[in-house]
């Protein structure tokens, strides 16, 4: 079974900015369950002290239309059942 949560907005870079220090403190402070903000949701994990982290760049500067720039990161462990 698969549980997604899923939110999408345009907010100031402020925000973000403020949305991922939030998730760096939970993962820094946090020794079990971290809480997660998705939107209006809050999620609860459990990450383990060691993580998979990916991170990606992306700069698209199409022939026709404006050109876009993108990050995406990606933090993943195995979870304990």
Do not use: F, H
Request: glycine residues 4%.
């Amino acid at each position: 079974m698969v549980d997604t949560t899923t939110a999408s907005q345009t907010v100031s870079r402020e925000d973000v900015a403020g949305e991922l220090e939030s998730l760096a403190n939970e993962l820094r402070d946090t020794e079990s369950e971290i809480d997660v903000a998705v939107g209006n949701k809050s999620v609860t994990l459990s990450p383990d002290e060691t993580v998979e982290y990916d991170i990606e760049v992306s700069e698209r500067e199409p022939m026709i239309g404006d050109k876009r720039e993108s990050i995406s990161i990606e933090v993943s462990w195995k979870a304990d059942e």
